[in-house]
């Protein structure tokens, strides 16, 4: 229940990189940098429902802890993967659906920050919240 709250971008950290070897074209990355994500999160037992709002679309996503589930990000790369908890750690395993290849997300809560960071063919990158 500690990711329960509404949490706002602050900044992030090689972000752009990661995007880039995502495949994300230079346009919508420097969009993405300036989304203003914010997501509110509700956790029961193994159940999250997570509300996404940016400047760019808003997203309602249900999620049941190791139930595979599929995804689409704001770009339109379309992923099928699982969220499972690791201690404090909420980590999610995607596959991307047009190339097979793996993203693997984490989120955690370090000094009262939701830190999400990513992974994409050695890239990583980390996209820091504050509490609303």
């Known amino acids: 229940m500690a990711f329960n709250g509404t949490w706002k971008i ?3 950290d090689n972000y ?3 995007m880039e070897q995502m495949g994300i074209n230079l346009m919508k990355r420097k969009l993405a940098e300036h989304d203003n994500l914010k997501l509110i999160i509700e956790q029961n037992g193994d159940k999250f429902t997570i509300k996404e709002s940016s ?3 808003s997203k309602d996503i249900e999620f049941t802890l190791g139930v595979q589930f599929d995804y689409s990000l704001a770009d339109g790369t379309e992923l099928t ?3 499972v908890m690791e201690g404090d750690v909420l980590k999610g395993t995607f596959t991307r659906k047009d190339n097979g290849k793996i993203l693997t997300t984490t989120r955690a809560l370090v000094g009262g920050e939701l830190v999400q960071s990513y992974n994409y063919e050695g890239v990583d990158a980390k996209r820091i919240f ?3």
Do not use: P, S
């Open 10 to 12: 602050d900044r992030n």
């Open 16 to 18: 752009d990189k990661f």
């Open 55 to 57: 400047t760019f679309r």
């Open 81 to 83: 993967g699982a969220w």
């Open 130 to 132: 504050k509490k609303a």
